[in-house]
């Protein structure tokens, strides 16, 4: 069975400071994808990032950057220089197998960043 | 272009009554999902639709769901004899063959009095 974990459940961070969301996962297969989605208060879930489970290679994209490391099982979110728009829930979900598969998603991380 | 759309944005229904759920994946879609988000439960699986394959219905929690998907576009989640525990936000999603970023609708938030 797969599983993921999101220890974190709520930060609470002053606008412009870094701040790291922490994923560790849990299965068997050699095969799997790793995902991050946010969930503005709006409520629609936005994809963030895909990697899939032969790709450790760390991946920035603006503010954004991911720590991927299979030792640890762990699957790590950094927002840099945070700002107002970051406040969100964070979901980190891995899926295993085949194409499309379901996903299995941690209960989340609520992002407060305050002005 | 358009995104997944849901159908109704909100739903207030009476413990024991049916209700029909639907979902519009974005076109050119040919795998569709379904999640249920709860503040107990939070995000679950319920079923997955990939082109004519025999969907997957391993995350549905009774026999009271149930989902199809005509002419592999629209799909429908029916929950019959509501019960309270029903309540809940059903998210539907769809991603395009051979890749695996699922993109998710607004959702449809069901309310069972």
């Known amino acids: 069975a797969q599983k993921v974990t999101q220890a974190q459940t709520e930060i609470s961070v002053v606008e412009k400071e870094d701040v790291t969301l922490d994923c560790v996962y849990e299965t068997r297969d050699t095969t799997y994808y790793l995902f991050w989605y946010k969930q503005p208060p709006s409520g629609e879930l936005v994809f963030l990032i895909r990697r899939n489970s032969f790709d450790e290679q760390n991946e920035i994209s603006g503010r954004y950057s991911w720590n991927f490391q299979k030792s640890t099982s762990s699957f790590n979110f950094t927002i840099t220089a945070s700002q107002v728009v970051d406040s969100a829930v964070y979901f980190c979900a891995l899926s295993v197998g085949g194409a499309n598969s379901k996903l299995t998603f941690g209960k989340g991380i609520t992002l407060s960043v305050r002005p | 272009g358009a995104g997944v759309s849901q159908s109704p944005s909100n739903k207030v229904t009476e413990k024991g009554k049916d209700v029909e759920l639907r979902c519009d994946p974005i076109s050119g879609h040919t795998a569709l999902y379904w999640y249920r988000q709860s503040l107990g439960q939070g995000l679950e699986f319920l079923i997955y639709?990939?082109?004519?394959?025999?969907?997957?219905k391993s995350g549905l929690p009774s026999d009271r769901f149930s989902a199809e998907r005509t002419g592999g576009s629209v799909s429908t989640l029916t929950i019959q004899r509501t019960q309270q525990e029903d309540s809940a936000v059903y998210l539907c999603a769809s991603s395009l063959n051979l890749r695996y970023e699922q993109y998710f609708g607004p959702g449809t938030r069901l309310t069972v009095t």
């Open positions: 639709f990939q082109g004519n394959s025999a969907p997957d």
